[in-house]
């Protein structure tokens, strides 16, 4: 069983597309531990830390620490910006982390940073995955594919196949309800999916590569917060989440991996494909 659990605070770049409402109160680490092992206590066994960017809080480590003794496999999704001391994440991430997932979002640093809002984070993002790579931390790029990058899946992969990664994702935009504002200006229109669908399926590479259209995304796992709120993508609107409840009130996990459960069974055999 999978869970993803979610920064939502704040995050260290401003990405105009972002589906995620950040704002509330800071995380308290301690609510962080509790959180992770209520996830465990329940029989979690895969454990995503994302958000907003995990690496802003010194903290992760230890959660990532308990999610791996606790027997989950541990993925750590960042957009490397907290990363400053690269040896000490290093050394940690090396003990306790999995897999490690990055942003690409284009074969330079301008088509990544009209898309990212971070004209340094390209640099960040590469230094840091050859870090990783020279240390055989297993990797996966993800691309948020849109009109600004649709002409440059095969430059991302010249660019990210020098760091060997386990698998490059590359999704589909997915609108959120919450933000009305940004739908039509990011995403792709049917024909140049079609055909960046097509593109992908000639591409030749010694890892795996996805193509992740939005409609997959839905009711594949619960998603937490750091404070405990549980949510899953909503059963009536494919651009809307859901609210579960507290992760500290019985019953309410369950009740979301029940939700879940159709569509999370069928994500845990294209996952284990990934890995194949």
């Known amino acids: 069983m ?6 939502e605070h704040r995050c260290s770049l401003k990405c105009p597309w972002c589906y995620i409402s950040f704002g509330g109160a800071a995380p308290e680490p301690s609510v962080c531990v509790k959180v992770t092992e209520e996830l465990l206590n329940y029989g979690v066994d895969y454990i995503t830390f994302g958000g907003g960017d995990p690496s802003s809080y010194s903290f992760v480590e230890q959660l990532a620490s308990i999610a791996k003794s606790g027997g989950a496999f541990v993925h750590l999704d960042t957009n490397a910006v907290g990363f400053h001391r690269k040896e000490r994440s290093l050394s940690w991430i090396s003990k306790f982390v999995d897999l490690v997932g990055l942003p690409i979002d284009g074969a330079n640093s301008t088509v990544h940073a009209s ?3 971070d ?3 390209f640099e960040a993002v ?3 995955a050859a870090l990783l790579s020279s240390n055989d931390v297993p990797l996966k790029f993800n691309t948020f594919l849109n009109p600004a990058n649709i002409s440059s899946m ?9 760091f060997g990664p386990r698998i490059w994702s590359i999704y589909e935009y997915w609108e959120p309800s919450s933000r009305p ?3 039509n200006e990011w995403s792709c229109n049917i ?8 593109e992908i399926s000639s591409f030749t590479a010694s890892f795996n590569i996805e193509f992740v259209r939005k409609h997959t995304r839905r009711l594949n796992y619960p998603i937490v917060s750091h404070d405990g709120r549980i949510y899953t993508h909503s059963t009536a609107s494919l651009f ?13 996990l369950a009740k979301a991996f029940v939700l879940c459960a159709d569509q999370s069974e069928k994500a845990e055999i294209r996952h284990k494909s990934r890995f194949s």
């Open 115 to 117: 898309v990212r809002g």
């Open 181 to 183: 504002d940004i739908g």
């Open 119 to 121: 004209r340094r984070n």
């Open 191 to 198: 024909a140049d999916l079609s055909a960046v669908e097509d």
């Open 154 to 162: 095969q430059g991302i992969l010249q660019c990210i196949s020098v």
């Open 126 to 128: 590469t230094n840091f």
């Open 2 to 7: 999978r869970a993803v659990f979610n920064f």
């Open 240 to 252: 809307s989440y859901e609210y579960i409840g507290s992760i500290f009130s019985k019953g309410t």
